[in-house]
Structure formats: structure tokens, C-alpha cells
């Protein structure tokens, strides 16, 4: 059947029966536009056989689920496509995992850059975890002289890491964070 004012007409009051079911069918406004206008592109390139209310609501109901699907399969498809050529982006535990490692190699530099006697009984308490009588005796001193040498270097690396930027709150909070608070008796922050 060939296109007539009649069902120009009836299609004119039909674009907002139209509108609303795109909308119901893809909650996308958006695409729910793009559909309905397409809905009715194509009932009037192919308009029906019969021209009741009835019948063209069945008809531009069919034409928009249709559409509707295909344009839903056309975005799953396009998704797809776009989340396999993207590149991946690290997920919160491999972050943290690379700023524990960069907090760590800092703290290592810290530590290596400490003048002798100082790195020695740093390392002996914090990496070897020696009580301080351990240490004198290791280092053939005083568990006085290991305290006040492990007080001087505590001191040089919090201003050594108090230079960092942001400063003590940020390296405090990065230490924390990565779970690397030094031991609970110890106060490094």
C-alpha cells in the first residue's frame, strides 16, 4: 500500500505512542530517540496493509522492538570491541602493590644513605629485628650508646623523608598504607 495523507496522519499521532515505548523498551533516552525516529522511518518506507489505530500500533510496536533489540545488540557488540582493544588498567591491588615497592626501595635508600655507626644499628634492629642488648654486644658497645644511635639515625631518616613531597604526612600515610609501620615499641612517625 502506498503512503496516503490518512496514514501520514495517523503516523503523526502515533510519534509519541512510539516515543514512550522505544523509552520503555531501552531505557536509554538517547537511543530510545534514535529508535523511535527510525520506527518511524520505516513504517512510513513500508507502511502496512491496513491503516486502523489497531493494526498500525501492532505494526510500529514490532518495527521498534526490533530496532530496539538490533540497537542493543549493536552497543553490547561495540562495547565488547571497545573493552577488548583497551588497555587494561591496574586494578587498586597491583596500585598498591607498586607503591609498597617504591615506598620500600625509598626506604631502603633512606636506610643505605645513613652514615656508620647509624645504618648499622638500624639495620641490625629494624631488618634483623635485634633488641637493643643484642646489638651492643654484636657491635661491642653499650645498649645505652645502641639506643642513642638508634634514636640519631630514626631522627636523620625522618628528615631525610620529611624532604620527600608532601612531606611527613604523606610518607607517614604511605607507610601506613602499605602496611609497613615500623615495629610497635619503635616510633619512626
Same mark, same amino acid.
Given at each position: 500500500?502506498?503512503? %496516503?495523507?490518512?496514514?501520514?496522519?495517523?503516523?503523526?499521532?502515533?510519534?509519541?505512542?512510539?516515543?514512550?515505548?522505544?523509552?520503555?523498551?531501552?531505557?536509554?533516552?538517547?537511543?530510545?530517540?534514535?529508535?523511535? /525516529?527510525?520506527?518511524?522511518?520505516?513504517?512510513?518506507? %513500508?507502511?502496512? &496493509? %491496513?491503516?486502523?489505530?489497531?493494526?498500525?500500533?501492532?505494526?510500529?510496536?514490532?518495527?521498534? &522492538?526490533?530496532?530496539?533489540?538490533?540497537?542493543?545488540?549493536?552497543?553490547?557488540?561495540?562495547?565488547?570491541?571497545?573493552?577488548?582493544?583497551?588497555?587494561?588498567?591496574?586494578?587498586?591491588?597491583?596500585?598498591?602493590?607498586? /607503591?609498597?615497592?617504591?615506598?620500600?626501595?625509598?626506604?631502603?635508600?633512606?636506610?643505605? $644513605?645513613?652514615?656508620?655507626?647509624?645504618?648499622?644499628?638500624?639495620?641490625?634492629?629494624?631488618?634483623?629485628?635485634?633488641?637493643? &642488648?643484642?646489638?651492643?654486644?654484636?657491635?661491642?658497645? %653499650?645498649?645505652?650508646?645502641?639506643?642513642?644511635?638508634?634514636?640519631?639515625?630514626?631522627?636523620?631518616?625522618?628528615?631525610?623523608?620529611?624532604? &620527600?613531597?608532601?612531606?611527613?604526612?604523606?610518607?607517614?600515610?604511605?607507610?601506613?598504607?602499605?602496611?609497613? $609501620?615500623?615495629?610497635?615499641?619503635?616510633?619512626?612517625?
Amino acid at each position: 500500500m502506498r503512503r %496516503t495523507p490518512e496514514l501520514d496522519d495517523l503516523l503523526r499521532d502515533e510519534a509519541a505512542f512510539v516515543h514512550r515505548l522505544a523509552r520503555a523498551l531501552l531505557r536509554d533516552p538517547e537511543l530510545a530517540a534514535d529508535v523511535a /525516529q527510525d520506527t518511524l522511518a520505516a513504517a512510513c518506507a %513500508t507502511p502496512p &496493509r %491496513t491503516i486502523d489505530r489497531a493494526g498500525l500500533r501492532a505494526f510500529l510496536r514490532t518495527i521498534a &522492538r526490533r530496532l530496539a533489540h538490533a540497537a542493543l545488540r549493536r552497543r553490547t557488540e561495540r562495547e565488547q570491541r571497545e573493552r577488548l582493544v583497551a588497555k587494561p588498567e591496574a586494578s587498586d591491588a597491583e596500585a598498591r602493590a607498586q /607503591q609498597s615497592l617504591a615506598l620500600h626501595r625509598e626506604l631502603v635508600a633512606a636506610v643505605e $644513605s645513613l652514615p656508620e655507626p647509624y645504618r648499622t644499628i638500624v639495620v641490625l634492629r629494624f631488618v634483623r629485628d635485634l633488641p637493643p &642488648r643484642a646489638i651492643a654486644r654484636e657491635c661491642a658497645v %653499650t645498649s645505652e650508646v645502641v639506643r642513642q644511635r638508634l634514636h640519631r639515625g630514626l631522627a636523620m631518616l625522618r628528615e631525610r623523608l620529611d624532604r &620527600r613531597p608532601g612531606g611527613r604526612q604523606e610518607w607517614t600515610a604511605a607507610i601506613v598504607a602499605a602496611g609497613l $609501620s615500623p615495629l610497635p615499641h619503635v616510633a619512626l612517625v
